[in-house]
């Protein structure tokens, strides 16, 4: 079943791909599996059908979706005549090499809540999507386009990403069609969940302990927040994959409606990732900061130390609870 809000748009945003070439598809900052895969998946599907395409120079792309992205990285001084944001709602989601692109992109793809990009050419939006990696499963097939092993495992890390393997509330019995039909073209399912989902170097595991020891509670449990710090990545040599997802470490804890997860970034500022239940509109939380992104995960970007942040955004939850 194809998703009901974009279903109609699927045909006549397929044509105006089809019209086009010399594409150049955007990846958002802090690459995940969503935005590198999803774009990935689509800029093969589009050289499938004789197109010229390139996913533009991304220089936060990390180890772990690197073999992905090398292949089909833009060669230097290529800017394309077709200019495609995959997985990106908002201008503060460029990469700063990439917002040159910002007044000049034709074709919007995502499933982020109130997508703020403007396109020349045509949007294909659905924020109830999962992933955006679901939305453009549909649309290869609307161009005709085959769904080979190496779409299909792209596809399949783009949706898996975004789910959380399939057990965050987001999951749909469409994410796992849509999976089945992917593991059906035969790509090695058990090596991309051990690379992408199980493993974890010995960096990772002795950030997580000091991610844990810094582990805190407001609002009687109902708040957890944890932080990474430049001097706890510099003490052991964790690298952006090496603490990517742990911003689900302190909504997992019983009785924890919010979640703050701090990542201290080397200009000093702290990126906020927030994961909630049905108690807190995540969204609504992180756009007070100037963010955004979904119901139940949200990020933005807040001044101040560890310690402050933490507090302007847990502040901002406590009205909510109290408003309840």
Do not use: W
């Not at 150049?24 to 774009?39: E, I, N, Q, S, W």
């Not at 019995?173 to 593991?183: G, P």
């Not at 997580?208 to 509670?217: H, I, N, T």
């Amino acid at each position: 079943m194809v998703l009901d809000r974009i279903k109609n748009e699927l045909p006549a945003f397929a044509g105006a791909l089809r019209e086009r070439d010399n594409f150049l598809l955007l990846t958002h900052r802090r690459p995940d599996g969503d935005t590198v895969c999803t774009a990935a998946a689509l800029c093969h599907a589009l050289r499938k059908l004789g197109k010229t395409a390139f996913l533009c120079a991304n220089p936060e792309i990390t180890e772990r979706f690197m073999p992905y992205y090398l292949e089909l990285r833009a060669p230097e001084g290529y800017r394309g005549d077709t200019v495609v944001s995959v997985d990106i709602s908002a201008p503060q989601q460029f990469e700063s090499s990439q917002t040159v692109f910002l007044d000049s992109i034709d074709f919007v793809i995502d499933h982020h809540r109130a997508n703020g990009l403007v396109s020349r050419c045509a949007r294909l939006v659905d924020d109830r999507a999962p992933a955006t990696g679901e939305i453009v499963f549909y649309l290869i097939s609307e161009l005709g386009a085959e769904l080979d092993s190496v779409i299909a495992e792209l596809l399949y890390i783009a949706v898996s990403t975004d789910t959380g393997c399939f057990k965050y509330a987001n999951t749909t019995a469409e994410s796992h069609r849509i999976a089945a039909a992917c593991i059906e073209k035969g790509f090695d399912l058990a090596a991309v969940n051990n690379e992408h989902f199980e493993k974890k170097s010995l960096a990772r595991s002795r950030i997580e302990r000091l991610v844990y020891e810094g582990l805190s509670f407001r609002a009687g449990g109902r708040i957890a927040s944890i932080f990474i710090t430049q001097k706890m990545r510099a003490e052991t040599g964790a690298t952006d994959d090496d603490v990517d997802e742990f911003s689900s470490i302190p909504r997992q804890i019983e009785g924890v409606d919010a979640g703050i997860t701090v990542y201290e970034q080397k200009d000093g500022s702290m990126k906020i990732s927030l994961r909630t239940t049905a108690a807190v509109d995540a969204s609504e939380i992180c756009a007070v900061f100037g963010g955004g992104g979904h119901t139940r995960a949200a990020g933005c970007t807040v001044s101040g130390t560890v310690e402050e942040a933490i507090d302007k955004v847990a502040r901002e939850i406590e009205r909510v609870f109290a408003g309840k």
